[in-house]
């Protein structure tokens, strides 16, 4: 699944490749997929789309939003697959649950293999969509403070019990989190995926923030991870820390055998010796 990394990158990549194209016909899926999710019919679709132009695309959260101009934005979010540039001349994916096509023969195609929202707004209504409404700062924006963050982990910690992998993983707590990320930012906080909220000193909310900011940038600057694709259908530069791969082998830090784990709907893996729980 595409994490908020991975969604600046190809906001980047767009509005260097995509931006100012002008569709020449728009599609929906001609693979039938159940959690993929429209808000158009298909001939609504190629109707609102045909002619329009891309504006410059951002990313918030989990969510890519595309301006279609005039007076649209194509809003894509919770995918997992691939969203891809193709060349004037290139073949198109026998696949496919999205698909515009430009002046120039060049064309744009997205397909989740999981799930994911491919939905086109009338302009500003996009942001009162589920999810998108009301989403709280994400780690590349100017409001995510280490005094914000430190609030929101005192005020979730008086409300219930949640473990630190839930404050990075759960509600989009954190907009643009996930199980993969969390992995090494856990670690290189040196906190355990168990390790309650309420318990962290004030020493150690500075160290998850600090490795929530590292962990972020270094992945964005490195493209992504490296099991994730780019618009030009190339891996991210970004090799997780603590994945499967992980699983068995030496800790980096401390040469302590690295574990797994299944907690909150995921698999965790972790050095035993570094990530403490208590």
């Known amino acids: 699944m595409f994490e908020l990394p991975e969604y600046v990158t190809l906001a980047k990549q ?16 001609n693979s039938p997929h159940k959690f993929v999710w429209y808000n158009r019919s298909h001939d609504e679709f190629e109707r609102l789309t045909k002619g329009k132009t891309i504006g410059e695309a951002w990313a918030k959260g ?33 696949k496919f649950h999205l698909h515009l096509r430009f002046e120039d023969d060049s064309f744009f195609t997205a397909t989740t293999q999981m799930w994911g929202a491919m939905e086109l707004y009338e302009k500003g209504e996009e942001q009162h969509r589920k999810y998108v409404q009301g989403m709280r700062p994400t780690p590349v924006e100017p409001q ?25 993983t ?21 906190l355990h995926p168990k390790y309650l909220i309420p318990d962290l000193s004030d020493d150690q909310k500075r160290d998850l923030y600090d490795a929530i900011l590292n962990t972020v940038r270094e992945v964005m600057e490195k493209g992504g ?26 800790c980096p830090e401390c040469g302590s055998v690295i574990k797994k784990m ?17």
Request: glycine letters at 12%; charged letters at 20%.
């Open 14 to 29: 767009m509005n260097k490749t995509l931006k100012g194209k002008t569709i020449r016909s728009g599609h929906l899926g």
């Open 62 to 94: 989990r969510w890519l939003f595309i301006p279609v101009e005039p007076g649209y934005v194509l809003l894509l979010g919770e995918c997992g697959g691939k969203v891809l540039y193709h060349p004037p001349g290139s073949k198109v994916p026998k």
């Open 144 to 168: 995510f403070t280490l005094d914000y963050f430190s609030t929101l982990v005192d005020d979730l910690a008086a409300e219930k019990k949640q473990s630190v992998k839930g404050l990075l």
């Open 170 to 190: 759960q509600d989009q707590i954190i907009p643009g989190l996930g199980n993969a990320i969390a992995q090494d930012i856990m670690f290189r906080a040196r």
């Open 225 to 250: 991870r490296y099991d994730e694709f780019d618009l030009y259908n190339h891996r991210g530069g970004y090799v997780r820390i603590m994945d499967k791969n992980a699983l068995g082998n030496p």
């Open 262 to 278: 299944q907690y909150l709907g995921g698999a965790c893996y972790f050095c035993p010796s570094c990530q403490v729980m208590e």
